[in-house]
């Protein structure tokens, strides 16, 4: 029984220790990017749970791919590895391709995730010039194994990343309309039949 305890407890800790060395990962580039912009006179980024969501989202796709030239910070422009599954990452996130199109996806990937060479790897490469422009206002930050994905909003409509309408709503209004006022016409049709 003893032993039973032990091992659950090592299991427990360990969980938590995954999942406070991730948020660690998360909360130490924050503010290192925020470090960055502040030297650069720009405004510190603002969470979005929506972007921390999809970051999330592109983090699991990428956690069993080796890093390489082709992946990461490193990636020639225009060579990015596709995301098939995109459409389902914004359906989980409760997002709409509109509200995504000004943002920035930046996925890099270091053994380890050394904090020095995560930030690097976002401030001295092709992604700085997303780190400098001051349209970007809001960031989600999502790891998985070697991976980190930041995903970078804006403060437009296109970019905001605010969650999609809810449109089932009216729908069932709409349908339920329909149907009373179909009722109510069959009720006088039956009226003046009899």
């Known amino acids: 029984m003893g032993f039973q305890i032990s091992i659950s407890s090592f299991l427990l800790l360990a969980f938590l220790l995954h999942l406070a060395t991730s948020d660690d990962t998360s909360t130490q580039l924050l503010s290192g990017l925020n470090k960055y912009r502040g030297s650069l006179n720009l405004t510190s980024f603002t969470d979005n749970s929506n972007a921390d969501c999809l970051a999330e989202q592109v983090a699991l796709a990428f956690k069993g791919e080796e890093c390489s030239n082709s992946t990461g910070s490193s990636t020639v422009p225009g060579t990015e590895t596709q995301l098939p599954n995109f459409p389902n990452y914004l359906s989980t996130c409760h997002l709409n391709a509109t509200v ?17 060479l995560v930030l690097s790897n976002y401030t001295e490469t092709q992604y700085n010039q997303f780190l400098n422009d001051s349209s970007f206002v809001g960031i989600g930050i999502a790891d998985e194994g070697n991976w980190v994905v930041v995903v970078l909003t804006t403060d437009t409509p296109t970019g905001n990343y605010a969650p999609a309408a809810d449109t089932t709503s009216g729908s069932t209004i709409l349908v339920a309309t329909h149907l009373y006022v179909m009722l109510l016409l069959l009720g006088f049709a039956l009226f003046f039949i009899s």
């Open 100 to 116: 995504t199109r000004d943002g920035s996806i930046m996925p890099v990937c270091v053994h380890g995730l050394t904090p020095d």
